[in-house]
């Protein structure tokens, strides 16, 4: 398949080719590698808008929140370390001495959020505080660059090669360049090759204090070679393969011994096979990552998306078995920031629909139920599902790691709602949003998840022919569209695309309608009788702040539970007990997520 070279440069989050140089980081014996291993090309975050709604006013609110963290305050700790003059004051929490652990990932929101809503101010500021801590390079006394440590070295390696790539690919600077250099000569010369395999009793493989989730790193090195054309960061990032552990999904999505490891880096380690796989063609890295989806899908997730209780995976009947105990189910945007990824590049590289179903599930459930940035650094880290009930609270101590993935989650939701081949559009998530498709504009209207119908309206000055492809849901077996208010007779089945294919023109509109209705997610096989209640892509949870815990029985939940004033709001029949979305619960406001029925 061969892609618009501009459109794919622009546009691709997992593999950026900004130079004619970087095409030749890829095998030439192998046309299914680079770009070509793609079926499905992303869109440039430029060509689209959110429009009003829920991810608006939250992208809206995020902008804020990191627009006005002092840039003194950001680079105390950097500057103190260095010998040079250090003004603002100290951040506190997991950036008290400085705050390499998020650094990175700010920068990289900073440069998605520029390039998608066309920000100067926060480009601005993303540079200035790139070429403020650039300027603390190789001063002080420890390992060359001030920050590191041994022990932390890998991880905040990533995370700081991720956001220059970033800058340089999104933010169009180009002084990231030489700054991503340095680090990785010191990186190169100081890294602990260990590469031991995480056991239950180091979940991050931080043997003898190194080492530290050393297995994600393939994949923005991998990055950074495509954006930068610069192959030296290819051949460092074949060193940091996890053959180890992926080999376990080549032939299985059902492992015996992947479990007791940690949840969230386990799961992005598949984002480095992913790259891995386009960077070689070894298709054992293509079944790795499919495998691993099923994996997290069948046996890690919760109803709501989130997975990894005590930051945990699990084996047997441990994730229902969670439930009575661990108050922190699910690391929430950190979590949703690996399993954005995975489920990006599965659908990019397959051409499937169903792996766009993890997506939808942490959009809702995990990202939009998440508390707000507020205060100095405060932070929603952990989820809580216990069936002994729940609140949403921040985490303990402030500006955690998932303040950096919070950031980059919000600026990337333009990435994750559309794609494209040579002749389709494919819709992926339900948003309200315009996107610029070849000559035409489609303008998606919808209140979706709280309304089942979604309105797309096309505008452009010439006819464009190809399809138009809707994803529908692994929970929707009743979904219906409409050209210009005429019934489309096209076949529909659960985690596929919808097909309409035809010349588009100025003026023509598409419904497409996504029944909901009520159901019951089980925990595991093992608590068949342990549920979540779901309508749609959404979860539900009871209010028990003035209410008596619902005992629902084997009768159908719609006998059971009815439709209340507001949209996705349900009482119980006779009693008022009121169930909601789980993402309109606030702080400190006590639910019931799962039930045993």
């Known amino acids: 398949m061969h892609f618009n070279r501009r459109r794919f440069v622009q546009g691709m989050v997992a593999l950026p080719l900004t ?23 992303a869109f440039d975050l430029r060509e689209v808008t959110l429009l009003p709604g829920p991810l608006l006013s939250q992208y ?9 963290v002092s840039n003194d305050d950001i680079l105390r700790g950097f500057r103190e370390i260095a ?49 403020e801590w650039g300027k603390t390079l190789g001063r002080g006394n420890t390992s060359g660059i001030a920050y590191y440590t041994e022990r932390k070295g890998h991880y905040l390696y990533d995370k700081n090669v991720g956001g220059l790539t970033d800058m340089g690919l999104y933010a169009e600077i180009s002084d990231a360049w030489p700054l991503l250099e340095s680090i990785t000569n010191w990186a190169e010369t100081n890294l602990s090759r260990q590469r031991l395999l995480a056991t239950p009793d180091q979940r991050q493989a931080n043997f003898d204090g190194h080492s530290m989730e050393w297995y994600t790193l393939s994949e923005n090195l991998y990055r950074a070679a ?34 007791g490891v940690h949840a969230y880096s386990h799961l992005n380690t598949f984002n480095s096979a992913a790259m891995a796989y386009v960077v070689s063609g070894d298709p054992r890295y293509l079944k790795a990552i499919e495998n691993a989806y099923d994996y997290f899908w069948k046996t890690q997730c919760y109803a709501t998306g989130g997975y990894g209780p005590a930051e945990t995976l699990v084996a047997g009947n ?28 599965l659908t990019m590289l397959t051409g499937q629909a169903r792996f766009g179903d993890l997506a939808e599930l942490l959009l809702y459930n995990v990202m939009l139920a998440a508390l707000p940035m507020a205060g100095n650094g405060r932070t929603f880290y952990y989820a809580d599902y216990r069936v002994g009930g729940g609140m ?96 489309q007779n096209v076949p529909f089945r659960p985690g596929t695309w919808a097909v309409l294919s035809r010349s588009w023109s100025h003026g023509d509109v598409v419904k497409l309608t996504l029944p909901m209705s009520l159901r019951v997610s089980p925990i595991d096989a093992d ?27 084997s009768a159908p939940l719609e006998k059971q ?30 639910y019931w997520m799962y039930l045993d029925i």
């Open 19 to 41: 130079s004619a140089g970087a095409r030749n980081l890829f095998s030439a014996d192998d046309p299914g590698t680079g770009p070509d291993a793609f079926k499905l090309s």
């Open 60 to 68: 809206e609110r995020t902008r804020e929140f990191y627009y006005h």
């Open 83 to 131: 010998g040079m003059p250090a003004p603002g004051n100290e951040m506190g929490g997991w950036c008290a001495r400085d705050s390499s652990e998020v650094f990175g990932q700010w920068l990289s929101g900073m440069a998605r959020i520029a390039r998608a809503h066309d920000d100067t101010d926060m480009k601005n500021k993303a540079v200035f505080l790139m070429n």
């Open 226 to 259: 495509a954006a930068s054309g610069q192959s030296r960061y290819r051949t460092f990032g074949d060193v940091w393969r996890y053959d180890q552990y992926w080999s376990k999904f080549y032939d299985t999505s059902t492992p015996r011994d992947a479990s």
């Open 318 to 345: 441990e994730l229902g078995r969670s439930l009575e105990m661990r108050s922190d189910s699910a690391e929430c945007p950190c979590g949703a920031w690996g399993g954005f990824k995975l489920s990006q590049y």
């Open 392 to 487: 949403k609270t921040y985490r303990w101590d402030t500006w955690p790691c998932c303040s950096g993935t919070y950031i980059q989650n919000v600026a990337s939701y333009t990435h994750f709602i559309y794609y494209q081949d040579q002749g389709s559009l494919f819709i992926n998530l339900y948003v309200p949003s315009e996107v610029t498709w070849r000559s035409l504009r489609l303008r998606q209207e919808t209140t979706y998840p709280e309304s089942d119908q979604i309105v797309f309206r096309i505008e452009g000055t010439n006819p464009v022919a190809g399809a138009l492809r809707f994803r529908i849901p692994g929970w929707c077996d009743a979904a219906t569209l409409e050209v210009n208010g005429e019934r």
């Open 527 to 553: 608590h068949p009788n342990r549920i979540a209640v779901m309508v749609g892509p959404v979860v539900l949870a009871q209010d028990a702040r003035t209410h008596e815990r619902f005992n629902p029985t």
């Open 561 to 590: 539970l009815v439709a209340g004033d507001r949209p996705l709001e349900f009482t119980v029949a006779g009693a008022h007990n009121r169930f909601r979305p789980f993402y309109a619960f606030e702080e400190n406001s006590p």
